[in-house]
């Protein structure tokens, strides 16, 4: 098997939940970028026998101590809730750090056989790192196929292996959108951009008659954004096969043709690339520098905290579309529960990973205490969570706008073993391609060429 060897960089929205908290809004975000496992064709052929109803009994009714792994800001309550349905479990949550920090203390503990949690919260994007290493539970045998029909279609996608593994429970997610100045538009005479070249036209417009504005920020520190707008663009960048073989597909012609758009706006300096979740970032929203953010579902609640001056000011609506009678979009953020395969109590923490985002309780608290957006499909049509109208968006029901998204989000999306990797080079090839002003498309030509080499580097066959 591929050896892998963790990079140092992670992707910035990993620092959004003490980023919300700075920025005062009540709530925490999911940590970054989008993720899965995909159809990556890892862990047993066929799943194992399903453990019993009275073993599961058994099992929940006699005193043990789980120990989560989350990053969770007052995940208390939600916990309580499981606790209360099963008084003999109790589960130790531990804060081991976000995003990256919290890997490498995990991959530290998996790989000293001591130490490792029972379950633990994982993005999307980084199951198939721990995938590769045999490190989940599948957890077919304790019930969660069962789970699928409750999850939005392209969630279930993510947390599942080509043999139809269950290596993770969705908790929240981050379909993309677009969030606009309606105060800008008017003033400049622009219509909400249903297509890509609709958008290109009103960024020349806008900067034309305002250089001071910019219809966009495309941050060239931002690879999780990035990947959000390939899947949009029905890109299939990276797969899996077995534990030897991957697929690299960083520059092939969707991509190429993502990568032409914004290289192109950005060379005529009609975009920005302005470094994003830094103090003139923030500044900018709040002195309109930027008429729009391409975000995801989060983004609504972190901007309404981030930019108090502009309330009343902004709406909601889908991406642009390079094909409007086929809408789609792509997904930037969420995560998960898994189990570790390490642990001693399967059973306990397979049934506390299902219980904790499946419950509807315990899925409405997420969404209404950590204003995480859902992942079930209950609370997506829930009036009450959708309906709420919002006056920094003008009274707009902004819950619905995303919620109307998410089922545009493609399915078939996957991510590599070794993210971190991928998510470095970007930024010193993509990212750097669009903060200096040159040819992005030639710089995918660069990221594929590092991304592959590592790959070979690491022991895996590499495909294209």
Same mark, same amino acid.
């Given at each position: 098997?591929?050896?892998?060897?963790?990079?140092?960089?992670?992707?910035?929205?990993?620092?959004?939940?003490?980023?919300?908290? +700075?920025?005062?809004?009540?709530?925490?975000?999911?940590?970054? !970028?989008?993720?899965?496992? !995909?159809?990556?064709?890892?862990?047993?052929?066929?799943?194992?026998?399903?453990?019993?109803?009275?073993?599961?009994?058994?099992?929940?009714?006699?005193?043990?101590?789980?120990?989560?792994?989350?990053?969770?800001?007052?995940?208390?309550?939600?916990?309580?809730?499981?606790?209360?349905?099963?008084?003999?479990?109790?589960?130790? /949550?531990?804060?081991? =750090?976000?995003?990256?920090?919290?890997?490498?203390?995990?991959?530290?503990?998996?790989?000293?056989?001591?130490?490792?949690?029972?379950?633990?919260?994982?993005?999307?994007?980084?199951?198939?790192?721990?995938?590769? $290493?045999?490190?989940?539970?599948?957890?077919?045998?304790? !019930?969660?196929?069962?789970?699928?029909?409750?999850?939005?279609?392209?969630?279930?996608?993510?947390?599942?292996?080509?043999?139809?593994?269950?290596?993770?429970?969705?908790?929240?997610?981050?379909?993309?959108?677009?969030?606009?100045?309606?105060?800008?538009?008017?003033?400049?005479?622009?219509?909400?951009?249903?297509?890509?070249?609709?958008?290109?036209?009103?960024?020349?417009?806008?900067? +034309?008659?305002?250089?001071?504005?910019?219809?966009?920020?495309?941050? +060239?520190?931002?690879?999780?954004?990035?990947?959000?707008?390939?899947?949009?663009?029905?890109?299939?960048?990276?797969?899996?096969?077995?534990?030897?073989? /991957?697929?690299?597909?960083?520059?092939?012609?969707?991509?190429?043709?993502?990568?032409?758009?914004?290289?192109?706006?950005?060379?005529?300096?009609?975009?920005?690339?302005?470094?994003?979740?830094?103090?003139?970032?923030?500044?900018?929203?709040?002195?309109?520098?930027?008429?729009?953010?391409?975000?995801?579902?989060?983004?609504?609640?972190?901007?309404?905290?981030?930019?108090?001056?502009?309330?009343?000011?902004?709406?909601?609506?889908?991406?642009?579309?390079?094909?409007?009678?086929?809408?789609?979009? =792509?997904?930037?953020?969420?995560?998960?529960?898994?189990?570790?395969?390490?642990?001693?109590?399967?059973?306990? +923490?397979?049934?506390?990973?299902?219980?904790?985002?499946?419950?509807?309780?315990?899925?409405?608290?997420?969404?209404?205490?950590?204003?995480?957006?859902?992942? $079930?499909?209950?609370?997506?049509?829930?009036?009450?969570?959708?309906?709420?109208?919002?006056?920094?968006?003008?009274?707009?029901?902004?819950?619905?706008?995303?919620?109307?998204?998410?089922?545009?989000?493609? $399915?078939?999306?996957?991510?590599?073993?070794?993210?971190?990797?991928?998510? $470095?080079?970007?930024?010193?090839?993509? =990212?750097?391609?669009?903060?200096?002003?040159?040819?992005? /498309?030639?710089?995918?030509?660069?990221?594929?060429?590092?991304?592959?080499?590592?790959?070979?580097?690491?022991?895996?066959? /590499?495909?294209?």
């Amino acid at each position: 098997m591929p050896r892998i060897t963790p990079g140092s960089n992670q992707l910035n929205r990993r620092n959004f939940l003490a980023i919300a908290g +700075a920025a005062s809004i009540g709530a925490a975000l999911a940590a970054c !970028g989008s993720s899965g496992s !995909g159809s990556g064709k890892t862990g047993s052929a066929a799943a194992a026998q399903p453990v019993s109803q009275a073993d599961i009994d058994k099992a929940m009714s006699t005193p043990t101590t789980i120990t989560f792994w989350s990053w969770v800001p007052d995940i208390s309550q939600e916990v309580a809730l499981f606790q209360k349905k099963y008084p003999a479990i109790k589960v130790n /949550v531990v804060n081991a =750090g976000q995003g990256a920090a919290q890997y490498t203390k995990l991959r530290t503990a998996l790989q000293a056989g001591t130490g490792a949690p029972d379950a633990v919260q994982i993005e999307y994007q980084y199951i198939p790192t721990f995938t590769i $290493t045999d490190s989940l539970l599948d957890l077919r045998p304790y !019930g969660a196929s069962a789970l699928r029909s409750k999850f939005v279609d392209w969630t279930w996608g993510q947390v599942s292996g080509g043999n139809g593994e269950v290596w993770a429970i969705p908790q929240d997610t981050g379909p993309m959108g677009m969030l606009y100045r309606q105060d800008i538009f008017d003033k400049h005479g622009i219509a909400v951009p249903k297509t890509w070249d609709e958008f290109a036209a009103a960024a020349r417009k806008l900067h +034309a008659a305002d250089p001071s504005v910019y219809l966009t920020n495309m941050s +060239a520190n931002e690879p999780a954004a990035w990947h959000g707008l390939m899947w949009q663009a029905g890109a299939k960048p990276y797969a899996t096969s077995g534990k030897s073989t /991957v697929t690299v597909n960083l520059d092939d012609a969707v991509s190429q043709k993502v990568g032409a758009y914004w290289g192109g706006l950005a060379k005529e300096g009609v975009v920005s690339s302005d470094p994003d979740f830094t103090d003139a970032w923030y500044a900018g929203f709040n002195s309109g520098r930027y008429a729009t953010w391409l975000t995801a579902a989060w983004g609504p609640v972190f901007l309404s905290g981030s930019a108090a001056s502009t309330t009343g000011k902004w709406r909601a609506a889908p991406l642009p579309q390079w094909d409007a009678s086929a809408p789609s979009s =792509g997904n930037w953020g969420g995560s998960t529960t898994a189990v570790t395969k390490s642990t001693k109590n399967p059973i306990a +923490a397979a049934m506390f990973a299902q219980f904790l985002n499946s419950d509807p309780d315990s899925a409405k608290l997420f969404a209404t205490k950590q204003s995480f957006f859902p992942a $079930t499909k209950a609370l997506l049509a829930d009036p009450g969570f959708a309906g709420q109208a919002s006056a920094f968006y003008g009274g707009q029901q902004v819950n619905q706008v995303f919620a109307d998204i998410g089922p545009t989000v493609a $399915t078939a999306f996957q991510w590599p073993p070794f993210l971190d990797q991928v998510v $470095t080079d970007w930024t010193e090839t993509v =990212g750097k391609s669009l903060a200096d002003r040159t040819d992005t /498309v030639a710089a995918l030509a660069q990221w594929q060429s590092r991304v592959t080499s590592y790959a070979k580097g690491q022991g895996f066959t /590499v495909q294209s």
